[in-house]
T-cell receptor, first 110, second 116 residues
Framework: AQSVTQLGSHVSVSEGALVLLRCNYS??????LFWYVQYPNQGLQLLLK??????LVKGINGFEAEFKKSETSFHLTKPSAHMSDAAEYFC????????FGKGTTLSVSS | EAGVAQSPRYKIIEKRQSVAFWCNPI?????LYWYQQILGQGPKLLIQ????????DSQLPKDRFSAERLKGVDSTLKIQPAKLEDSAVYLC??????????????FGPGTRLTVT
């Protein structure tokens, strides 16, 4: 059965610092992988997705993620954090149904 | 293009009462999903519709939850009777029929339900 593990329920960074949010998945077939962001009292917004092809995927707001099959990972990064990046981030895998991780709350301090 | 609409945004009820949530998907999106998001967890799929037919409802607690999508557009999710553990955000999402598992799902703002 597919599953998603997000390491660290809460990540804190300073403005301008590197953002790294970790995601590992289990899947019996090549997965489709997603990162969503959720701002307070809002629905989920797609940041980026991996389906096939290039393993480094670029998304909105300067985020990117790299699919590493050997490590079963799909970590999310952003070179320089901004205050507006503070939100909850969810990694998800899709094998017909979308399965979400428990989420990581990102805090950004000035 | 208008996004996924949901109402109400907030609802407070007592246990054993009933409640209904409404969702209007993006125009032309054939697939509609209802998710339950409990505080501190990721969304969990409750039910998926393709047009007005149910594709998957394996995680829907059918003794108290029901959902319908008449005419293949709007959908209603009902809980009767509610329990304390039903307190959560209920998210509706929709997706376009073109594509496979790569469908991008578009989410509504959610309905926050508090059961007291």
């Amino acid at each position: 059965a597919q599953s998603v593990t997000q390491l660290g329920s809460h990540v804190s960074v300073s403005e301008g610092a590197l953002v790294l949010l970790r995601c590992n998945y289990s899947s019996s077939v090549p997965p489709y992988l997603f990162w969503y962001v959720q701002y307070p009292n809002q629905g989920l917004q797609l940041l980026l997705k991996y389906t096939t092809g290039a393993t480094l995927v670029k998304g909105i707001n300067g985020f990117e993620a790299e699919f590493k099959k050997s490590e079963t990972s799909f970590h999310l990064t952003k070179p320089s954090a901004h205050m507006s990046d503070a939100a909850e981030y969810f990694c998800a895998v899709n094998e017909g149904l979308l399965i979400f991780g428990k989420g990581t709350t990102l805090s950004v301090s000035s | 293009e208008a996004g996924v609409a949901q109402s109400p945004r907030y609802k407070i009820i007592e246990k054993r009462q009933s409640v209904a949530f409404w969702c209007n998907p993006i125009s032309g999106h054939a697939t509609l999903y209802w998710y339950q998001q409990i505080l501190g967890q990721g969304p969990k799929l409750l039910i998926q519709f393709q047009n007005n037919g149910v594709v998957d409802d394996s995680q829907l607690p059918k003794d108290r939850f029901s959902a319908e999508r008449l005419k293949g557009v709007d959908s209603t999710l009902k809980i009767q009777p509610a329990k304390l553990e039903d307190s959560a955000v209920y998210l509706c999402a929709s997706s376009s029929p073109t594509g496979g598992a790569t469908y991008e799902q578009y989410f509504g703002p959610g309905t926050r339900l508090t059961v007291t």
